[in-house]
Protein backbone atom coordinates (compact mmCIF):
# COMPACT_ATOMS: atom_id res chain seq x y z
CA UNK A 1 0.00 0.00 0.00
CA UNK A 2 1.21 3.62 -0.42
CA UNK A 3 2.97 5.74 2.13
CA UNK A 4 1.62 8.53 4.03
CA UNK A 5 2.49 12.11 2.92
CA UNK A 6 5.40 13.65 4.85
CA UNK A 7 4.37 16.90 6.20
CA UNK A 8 5.97 19.97 7.98
CA UNK A 9 3.13 21.62 9.15
CA UNK A 10 2.93 22.21 13.28
CA UNK A 11 -0.31 23.20 13.31
CA UNK A 12 -3.52 21.03 13.64
CA UNK A 13 -4.51 20.12 10.45
CA UNK A 14 -8.26 20.62 9.28
CA UNK A 15 -9.91 17.30 8.78
CA UNK A 16 -10.31 16.25 5.40
CA UNK A 17 -13.74 15.69 3.94
CA UNK A 18 -13.00 11.78 2.52
CA UNK A 19 -12.39 9.60 5.77
CA UNK A 20 -10.33 7.55 3.72
CA UNK A 21 -7.92 10.27 2.52
CA UNK A 22 -7.92 11.05 6.71
CA UNK A 23 -6.62 7.36 7.34
CA UNK A 24 -4.21 7.98 4.76
CA UNK A 25 -2.88 10.70 6.67
CA UNK A 26 -2.83 9.29 10.23
CA UNK A 27 0.62 8.94 11.72
CA UNK A 28 2.74 10.88 8.95
CA UNK A 29 3.24 13.94 11.31
CA UNK A 30 6.85 14.42 11.88
CA UNK A 31 7.74 15.85 15.32
CA UNK A 32 7.87 19.96 16.36
CA UNK A 33 11.04 19.93 16.78
CA UNK A 34 12.12 18.29 13.26
CA UNK A 35 9.00 20.74 11.78
CA UNK A 36 10.69 23.67 12.51
CA UNK A 37 13.96 22.70 10.87
CA UNK A 38 14.69 23.55 7.30
CA UNK A 39 15.70 20.49 5.85
CA UNK A 40 18.18 21.06 2.72
CA UNK A 41 17.11 19.34 -0.36
CA UNK A 42 20.63 17.31 -0.55
CA UNK A 43 19.41 15.70 2.54
CA UNK A 44 17.69 12.04 2.77
CA UNK A 45 13.84 12.38 2.70
CA UNK A 46 11.68 9.13 3.37
CA UNK A 47 10.58 7.07 0.31
CA UNK A 48 7.11 8.43 -0.49
CA UNK A 49 5.26 6.04 -2.63
CA UNK A 50 1.69 7.00 -3.71
CA UNK A 51 -2.12 5.69 -3.99
CA UNK A 52 -3.76 6.32 -7.57
CA UNK A 53 -6.03 8.63 -5.20
CA UNK A 54 -3.28 10.85 -4.35
CA UNK A 55 -1.70 10.56 -7.58
CA UNK A 56 -4.97 11.50 -9.23
CA UNK A 57 -5.47 14.62 -6.53
CA UNK A 58 -2.06 15.80 -7.55
CA UNK A 59 -2.83 16.07 -11.48
CA UNK A 60 -6.24 17.52 -10.17
CA UNK A 61 -4.00 20.29 -8.36
CA UNK A 62 -1.48 21.03 -11.22
CA UNK A 63 -4.45 21.04 -13.96
CA UNK A 64 -4.67 24.48 -13.30
CA UNK A 65 -1.98 26.97 -14.47
CA UNK A 66 -2.08 29.24 -11.53
CA UNK A 67 -1.67 26.34 -8.96
CA UNK A 68 1.57 25.25 -11.05
CA UNK A 69 2.89 28.87 -10.81
CA UNK A 70 2.02 29.56 -7.20
CA UNK A 71 4.32 25.85 -6.87
CA UNK A 72 7.13 27.36 -8.95
CA UNK A 73 6.94 30.35 -6.55
CA UNK A 74 7.08 28.65 -3.85
CA UNK A 75 9.67 26.07 -4.92
CA UNK A 76 12.08 29.28 -5.46
CA UNK A 77 12.13 30.61 -2.09
CA UNK A 78 14.63 29.25 0.60
CA UNK A 79 13.11 29.13 3.59
CA UNK A 80 9.26 29.29 3.02
CA UNK A 81 7.45 31.48 1.20
CA UNK A 82 5.33 34.35 3.21
CA UNK A 83 1.75 34.15 1.90
CA UNK A 84 2.06 37.94 1.74
CA UNK A 85 4.68 37.41 -1.24
CA UNK A 86 2.11 35.51 -3.52
CA UNK A 87 -0.57 38.10 -3.00
CA UNK A 88 2.00 40.87 -4.12
CA UNK A 89 2.83 38.89 -7.39
CA UNK A 90 -0.53 37.17 -8.28
CA UNK A 91 -3.12 40.09 -9.54
CA UNK A 92 -5.86 37.71 -7.89
CA UNK A 93 -7.96 38.13 -4.75
CA UNK A 94 -7.02 36.36 -1.68
CA UNK A 95 -9.76 34.45 -1.11
CA UNK A 96 -8.71 32.94 -4.69
CA UNK A 97 -4.80 32.82 -3.49
CA UNK A 98 -6.50 30.77 -0.58
CA UNK A 99 -8.56 28.33 -2.45
CA UNK A 100 -5.34 27.43 -4.81
CA UNK A 101 -3.22 26.99 -1.32
CA UNK A 102 -5.59 24.62 -0.02
CA UNK A 103 -5.88 22.60 -3.11
CA UNK A 104 -2.14 22.42 -3.03
CA UNK A 105 -1.76 21.36 0.41
CA UNK A 106 -4.85 18.70 -0.03
CA UNK A 107 -3.16 16.99 -2.85
CA UNK A 108 0.54 16.70 -0.56
CA UNK A 109 2.45 19.50 -2.75
CA UNK A 110 2.82 21.87 -0.30
CA UNK A 111 3.34 22.13 3.53
CA UNK A 112 1.88 24.87 5.24
CA UNK A 113 3.29 26.79 8.72
CA UNK A 114 0.85 28.76 10.53
CA UNK A 115 2.29 31.02 13.45
CA UNK A 116 -0.07 33.01 14.74
CA UNK A 117 -2.02 34.72 11.71
CA UNK A 118 1.03 34.66 9.31
CA UNK A 119 1.65 31.47 6.80
CA UNK A 120 4.72 30.28 5.48
CA UNK A 121 4.97 27.43 2.34
CA UNK A 122 7.49 25.18 0.99
CA UNK A 123 7.21 22.75 -1.37
CA UNK A 124 6.73 18.81 0.10
CA UNK A 125 10.03 17.94 -2.47
CA UNK A 126 9.12 14.05 -1.39
CA UNK A 127 5.80 13.95 -2.43
CA UNK A 128 6.74 15.40 -5.56
CA UNK A 129 9.86 13.44 -6.72
CA UNK A 130 7.34 10.30 -6.16
CA UNK A 131 4.23 11.72 -8.57
CA UNK A 132 7.12 12.54 -11.39
CA UNK A 133 8.82 9.01 -10.92
CA UNK A 134 5.11 7.81 -10.90
CA UNK A 135 4.42 9.33 -14.07
CA UNK A 136 8.20 8.53 -15.97
CA UNK A 137 6.95 4.81 -14.64
CA UNK A 138 4.21 5.13 -17.37
Known sequence: MGTDFPTRSTTKQTARADPQFNETLKGSRVGE??????IPSMTTEP?????????????????????????????AATD????????????????TISHHLKELETAG??????????????????????YLSKLASI
Open 47 to 75: EVELTDKQVALIARALAEPRRHQILEQIG
Open 33 to 38: AQAMRH
Open 80 to 95: GLPCLALAQKHDISAA
Open 109 to 130: LIDVTRVGKAMSMTVNRAVLRA
